[in-house]
C-alpha cells in the first residue's frame, strides 16, 4: 500500500511514522509536513529527523503550510509535545533537507503518477489537503483513501471541550476536505481516546538499542506525563497510531458513514458534526449533498495496542 504521509510531528506522529517504517506493508511515497504541534519549520525538521533514525533518509520531505487557510495559527503546544515538538529531546539539526516542492504540488504529482494507488494519511491539521483539492481538484479522484486522524464525532474535543486539535487548528480546512468526495475514513477521538497505550508497553518498546527507539525514549517521558497529570492514565493515548493500525488492520475498528460538517464559528468552532440516521433529502440543509465519510465509532483497542507495540518493537 502505498501512502502519503502528513504531519505535524510531534511525538505521536513520530511513532506513527516509525510504526509505518517498520511495516512491509506499507510504502511510504512521500512526507508532507505542515504546522500543528510545533511550526512547520520546526515539524520539517523533525521529520527529517524522524527518517534518518530510521535510516530512510531517501524518502521525500516536502514543505507544507505554515498557517491555516482562513486564520492564524493557534501556536505550538510544548506542553503537550514539548518545546521542540519531540518532547525532552534534544533538538539536533538533520543531515538531510526537504525538497524544494510545495506540499500540495508533491501531493498531486505523486497521486497522478500513481493514480487510484495512493492512501494519504493526515496526522496534522488539513491545510495541505485543502490547498491541494483547491489548486487541483482531479486529486479526489486519482486517491486511494484518504484515512484522517482528526475529529470527535459523538464526544468531547482534546484542545477545546468541543474540538480535537488537529481540526481546532483549521476548521475551514477540513470541511473542505470533509466535502471534497475523495473517499475519508475519520480515525477521531471517538476511538483513538479509547486506546491507551501502557507505560509498560512504553517502556518495551523504548528499551532497544537502536536509534528509533532511541528517539522515542528521549521523546515519550513528557508526553506520558501530559496524559498521566491530564488524563489520569498510566502511559498514552494513541491518537495518529491508529490511523496506520487502521490501514494494517481495518477489522480492529468500525464506522459508520455519516455526512459532517465542521463548527467554523462561536466557542464550538472546530467541532465535526455528523448527521446521524437522515437521507440526503431529509437531511438539513448545511449536510445535504456531502459526500459520506466513514467514522470510526468502535474498536478492539487491545488489539490495536498491541499492533502499535508489535510494529515499534520491530524498528
Ligand atoms: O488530537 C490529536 C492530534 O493532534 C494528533 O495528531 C497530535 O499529533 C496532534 O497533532
Ligand atoms: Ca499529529
Not at 114 to 138: E, K, M, R, S, W
Not at 184 to 201: E, F, P, R, S, Y
Request: aromatic share 6%.
Amino acid at each position: 500500500m502505498k501512502l502519503i504521509i502528513d504531519t505535524d510531528p510531534g511525538v505521536d506522529d513520530a511513532m506513527a511514522l516509525l510504526m509505518a517504517l517498520a511495516s512491509p506493508e506499507l510504502e511510504i511515497l512521500g512526507l508532507t509536513t505542515v504546522f500543528g504541534n510545533a511550526t512547520t519549520e520546526t515539524t520539517t525538521a523533525n521529520a527529517l529527523t524522524i527518517l534518518e533514525a530510521a535510516g530512510r533518509a531517501d524518502i521525500p520531505v516536502a514543505v507544507g503550510a505554515t498557517k491555516p487557510i482562513a486564520s492564524n495559527y493557534l501556536g505550538p503546544v510544548p506542553q503537550v509535545h514539548g518545546a521542540n515538538g519531540l518532547g525532552g529531546m534534544t533538538p539536533t539539526t538533520p543531515a538531510t533537507s526537504p525538497i524544494d516542492e510545495p506540499a500540495a504540488d508533491f501531493i498531486h504529482r505523486t497521486v497522478t503518477a500513481n493514480p487510484g494507488q495512493v492512501t494519504i494519511v493526515a496526522l496534522g491539521p488539513l491545510t495541505n489537503l485543502a490547498v491541494a483539492f483547491d489548486h487541483y481538484p482531479d486529486v479526489c479522484e486519482l486517491v486511494r483513501q484518504v484515512v484522517v486522524m482528526g475529529g470527535n464525532a459523538l464526544v468531547p474535543g482534546n484542545a477545546t471541550p468541543t474540538a480535537e486539535a488537529n481540526i481546532n487548528n483549521d476548521p475551514e480546512a477540513a470541511d473542505l476536505v470533509f466535502g471534497a468526495g475523495w473517499p475519508v475514513t475519520m480515525v477521531g477521538l471517538d476511538v483513538t481516546h479509547q486506546i491507551n497505550l501502557t507505560g509498560d508497553a512504553i517502556d518495551r518498546i523504548t528499551a532497544p538499542d537502536t536509534a528509533p527507539a532511541g528517539l522515542l525514549r528521549s521523546a515519550l517521558p513528557a508526553y506520558r506525563s501530559f496524559f498521566e497529570q491530564t488524563n489520569h492514565i498510566d502511559g498514552i493515548y494513541l491518537h495518529d497510531p491508529a490511523t496506520i493500525a487502521y490501514l494494517l488492520q481495518p477489522d480492529a475498528f468500525t464506522t459508520q458513514a455519516w455526512p459532517l460538517r465542521v463548527e467554523t464559528e462561536s466557542f464550538s468552532r472546530g467541532k465535526t458534526w455528523p448527521n446521524l440516521g437522515d437521507t440526503d433529502e431529509a437531511a438539513p440543509a448545511a449536510w445535504q449533498h456531502r459526500p459520506l465519510i466513514d467514522v470510526c465509532t468502535g474498536v478492539n483497542a487491545t488489539q490495536v495496542a498491541a499492533a502499535v507495540e508489535d510494529r515499534l518493537t520491530r524498528t
